[in-house]
Nanobody
């Protein structure tokens, strides 16, 4: 298990940007597939983006493709989510998650470790 702590959430106007960070504990961070999920009030949790141990392997939800970028710095045990051109419908609690299986999945059930979440609110 790896412990995850998100930061960087906040309130931003539509069209603005935010960068979320997720700091992970443990010495095997580079072996984990990392993902970002989000949950809006009254809605189910949904996949946002994932990145493999190889930083060239990334996947995105269609709703964020072209606006969000996931990246990782294995030397700092940190994964990032750069969010540009934010929309009110991006408002949600964003969660960082780690998957030790080594395969990129969009299913939350594949991720065994989760952070506490960080609130992102986009005003219109």
């Amino acid at each position: 298990q790896v412990q995850l702590v998100e930061s960087g959430g906040g309130l931003v106007q539509a069209g603005g940007s935010l960068r979320l960070s997720c700091a992970a504990s443990g010495r095997t961070f580079s072996r984990y597939v990392m993902g970002w999920f989000r949950q809006a009030p009254g809605k189910e949790r949904e996949f946002v983006a994932a990145i493999g141990w190889s930083v060239t392997s990334t996947h995105y939800a269609d709703s964020v493709k072209g606006r969000f970028t996931i990246s990782r710095d294995n030397a700092k045990n940190t994964v990032y989510l750069q969010m540009n051109s934010l929309k009110p419908e991006d408002t949600a609690v964003y969660y960082c998650a780690a998957n030790s299986d080594g395969y990129i999945s969009r299913a939350g059930a594949a991720f065994g470790s989760w952070g506490q979440g960080t609130q992102v609110t986009v005003s219109s």
